[in-house]
């Protein structure tokens, strides 16, 4: 008879022990164990001709032919490297997206931070995009793969640090310039006064005695010493108060920038959302109703989840037990809590419902236009009240860019978030200038243009600002931030404040001053 096995796993390979023997078992299970290493489902033809009378049996593994090529299950192992355009991957919660592609089913909330730099996750659903590197919080989704290897958005992004690092010209040392002048001067000199005596009949031992003492009496020492003990000594200074140059050019090129451009999240603000606003329904005291959103929103692992129970818990509200407890990727959360059916989520969500007031309306669009994200909450489809929720500045932000604009230096705000987010933002920090909606890539192109200006400094801690880092005059990384982002900026700010930033500017004007007086002196000397 002919058989058809599907050969899914090591019960397939059970099911094929008991119907053809031990022997092809073993094959069968080899076979098997060499699919799932790439997670691929197989299915076997079998037909009664590979069974020969004399009992001799062909090796089965030739006659395994693929039906399912094109899923690979994240159950197993598998290698990013071998997923091919066009196959179909499927992405459990807390997994990493492997490749850029298209979500074919499935609604889940996916981490951009790794591209984006934006703390809140972003809802992603069926026919929206997803990149390589980014990570699946929540949701069960099938994505097709369209770019992969070399071709994702973060293999570009590798890329472009590589390729702009290739092409940073290196600055001349000022010491440099000066002695291709000061020497070849000094020899002339002593030539032209050897000539000189012998033209007024000095011997020639006479003359050359002169010539001699014009060289020995220039100091090359002062020269040589002008620019690299004020260069060590500045850097020095920088160590001691958590500014680390890492080169003396990036000492001397931070003096003379002009235009600061920095990064929103995790630069200007803290890189992670928290609770701003509590406005409770009436008749309900805020800790009441944040004690029922805490109890609502502690099994999430959603970022906004976690900040409503970091609010609660630095408030010392207790934690109600809550039962059933659902999360719907992209709209909301719901569950049971002392026996009351909670909800909680958007406005479009809440709205959806039950019945949202004119007034409660206008309190969450009141909150979007200041940057932040309102969380309605529900019980038992009475409305309970309102959170915000935004990616709040840095204590030190405000000052630092003030001190910025005091010394001459336009600050420009650089993120990928929405315009109305980066606008609330941008007016909290005082910055001169905001452009939204910028992607990596978008960030390098936006520093080459600002350099037509003038010299430009970036400041950025993530993975998407390192190809603006390396294309500045000067890059600035936040100690804290990301690993590429601190091996590709030329400054690193240790103490992650960013007042450090003015600080490095005034140290390297200093310190470029003192070059200047030095080289003045070595030469007031000789003249």
């Known amino acids: 008879d002919t058989y058809r096995l599907v050969i899914d796993g090591k019960p397939a390979a059970e099911c094929a022990a008991e119907e053809f023997g031990n022997w092809m078992a073993g094959e069968v299970r080899k076979a098997v164990a060499d699919m799932e290493r790439h997670g691929i489902k197989f299915a076997a033809l079998l037909a009664d001709s590979i069974f020969s009378s004399d009992g001799v049996y062909p090796d089965p593994v030739g006659y395994l032919k693929p039906v399912i090529d094109t899923v690979h299950e994240l159950g197993g192992v598998w290698i990013a490297d071998e997923v091919q355009p066009g196959d179909i991957l499927a992405v459990r919660p807390g997994e990493s997206i492997p490749a850029d592609g298209i979500i074919l089913s499935g609604e889940t909330s996916v981490d951009e931070s790794a591209l984006t730099g934006e703390s809140v996750p972003v809802d992603k659903g069926e026919g929206d995009k997803v990149s390589a590197a980014t990570h699946n919080t929540s949701g069960f989704i099938r994505v097709k793969a369209l770019r992969v290897g070399e071709d994702t958005g973060f293999a570009q992004i590798i890329r472009m640090v590589s390729d702009a690092a290739a092409t940073k010209a290196p600055i001349a040392r000022i010491a440099d310039k000066v002695s291709a002048v000061f020497v070849p001067a000094v020899i002339a000199i002593a030539a032209v006064v050897t000539v000189v005596w012998l033209l007024l009949g000095a011997s020639l031992a006479e003359a050359l005695t002169y ?12 020269l040589g010493l002008a620019t690299p003990v004020a260069i060590m000594v500045g850097n020095g200074v920088g160590a001691r108060n958590g500014i680390l140059f890492k080169t003396s050019e990036a000492l001397e090129n931070a003096g003379k920038i002009q235009i600061v451009a920095l990064d929103k999240t995790g630069t200007i603000t803290e890189g992670k959302p928290q609770i701003t606003d509590i406005l409770p329904a009436a008749g309900l005291s805020e800790k009441e109703f944040l004690s029922l959103a805490y109890a609502l929103e502690c099994p999430s692992e959603h970022p906004l989840a976690r900040a409503v129970t970091e609010k609660a818990e630095a408030l010392g509200l207790l934690k109600r037990e809550i039962t059933g407890f659902r999360n719907l990727p992209g709209h909301g959360i719901s569950g049971t809590v002392e026996g009351h059916a909670l909800m909680g989520g958007s406005l479009s969500f809440i709205s959806s419902r039950i019945s949202i007031s004119d007034t409660v309306r206008k309190e969450a669009e009141r909150l979007a236009e200041e940057g932040k994200t309102p969380l309605l909450f529900v019980r038992d489809d009475e409305y309970l009240g309102m959170l915000g929720a935004a990616d709040v500045i840095k204590s030190d932000s405000a000052q630092a860019i003030q001190e910025l604009r005091n010394m001459g230096i336009e600050t420009i705000m650089l993120t990928g978030d929405n315009g109305k987010t980066a606008r609330a933002i941008a007016k909290m920090a005082g910055v001169d200038s ?77 310190t470029l001053k003192n070059i200047y007086e030095n080289l003045f002196w070595a030469f007031a000397y000789n003249v």
């Open 434 to 510: 905001v452009i939204a909606g910028v992607l990596p890539d978008g960030k390098e192109a936006t520093i080459r243009n600002l350099q037509k200006r003038g010299r430009t400094a970036m400041v950025g801690d993530g993975i998407n600002d390192a190809p603006a880092l390396v294309r500045a005059d000067t890059g600035i990384a936040i100690g804290t931030g990301t690993d590429v982002a601190v091996d590709s900026a030329d400054i690193v700010l240790m103490n992650s404040r960013l007042t450090d930033v003015s600080a490095a500017v005034r140290l390297s004007r200093k």
């Open 211 to 222: 010539g001699i003492s014009v060289l020995v009496i220039s100091c090359p020492c002062a």
